[in-house]
């Protein structure tokens, strides 16, 4: 049974933007803190941003801190992570779950993810 479902993934060239969307159909977005991590080609998953319950707070990794923006519709259900100023270093796939903060890297369960690539 499918939990989370990534999607908004692509080809992009550095600069350039991508909105990533998440819809978990378990339970509500509004309810659970939730956060997005990445695993690049031969890497480990790195934690990117979290969203707390409500979407009170919002934290981000160094690496995307500024360029990255972690939001919810609760109407809809849905996790968002738009990303700006995309850099061929962000390429990866992406994957949400429940959780704040970089912890969620030892204890997240994930959906499938969706690909992203910056390349020129």
């Known amino acids: 049974e499918v939990q989370l479902v990534e999607s908004g993934g692509g080809s992009v060239q550095p600069g350039g933007s991508l909105r990533l969307s998440c819809v978990p159909s378990?339970?509500?977005?509004?309810?659970?803190?939730m956060s997005w991590v990445r695993q690049a080609p031969g890497e480990g998953l790195e934690w990117v941003s979290s969203i707390s319950i409500g979407g009170i707070s919002t934290s981000y990794a160094d690496s995307v801190k500024g360029r990255f923006t972690i939001l919810e519709d609760n109407a809809k259900n849905t996790l968002y992570l738009q990303m700006d100023s995309l850099k061929p270093e962000d390429t990866a796939v992406y994957f949400c779950g429940r959780g704040y903060g970089s912890g969620v890297l030892t204890s997240g369960s994930w959906g499938q993810g969706t690909r992203v690539t910056v390349s020129s």
């Open positions: 378990a339970f509500s977005v509004s309810d659970s803190s």
